[in-house]
């Protein structure tokens, strides 16, 4: 048999006729970013409580604001993958192995424990930020200074 024969057939469709077959299979193929994404959204991930709205405008407006989170989620990450890629760093995955495509919430997760402590000496107030390591200044660095202005 000939291997055309045994290979499946995979069909692609658009309206958009101006596209070539390589363009459509990448759009395609994008798809799987937007799915991720919203699965993102419905997991406990998340972290957000059970809603139960009945009125249809309110769950619109959740649905925005979700969506919205999900955009500025998403494009933190491109935003960090692009830095690392271009400065040509790495960041630690879950394993502690290097990697140049860490997930936001890998990310978020390593800056959970830093906090701000004031203190009051003398009616001085005093900030400090605790448990910022060298790995969390480099990524505030990457992403830019006003994310470094949070934390100075």
């Known amino acids: 048999m000939k291997k055309m024969e045994k290979m499946g057939l995979f069909i692609l469709a658009s309206n958009v006729i101006s596209l070539s077959p390589e363009e459509m299979l990448k759009y395609y193929k994008g798809q799987d ?31 925005m604001i979700m969506v919205l989170s999900l955009m500025i989620y998403s494009i933190a990450e491109w935003k960090l993958w692009t830095k690392l890629d271009e400065e040509n760093e790495t960041a630690p995955d879950q394993k502690g192995k290097p990697t140049k495509r860490p997930t936001m919430r890998w990310i978020f997760f390593n800056f959970q424990g830093i906090t701000e402590l004031i203190s009051q ?9 605790l448990n910022m390591e060298e790995i969390h200044w480099m990524i505030l660095r990457l992403m830019g200074k006003k994310y470094e202005n949070v934390y100075l």
Not at 47 to 61: D, G, H, M, Q
Not at 121 to 129: V, Y
């Open 33 to 63: 970013n937007v799915e991720k994404g919203f699965s993102f959204l419905k997991s406990d991930t998340f972290s957000i409580s059970k809603v139960y709205l009945k009125n249809k405008k309110r769950i619109e407006a959740l649905t």
């Open 121 to 129: 000496n003398e009616g001085q107030m005093k900030s400090e930020i």
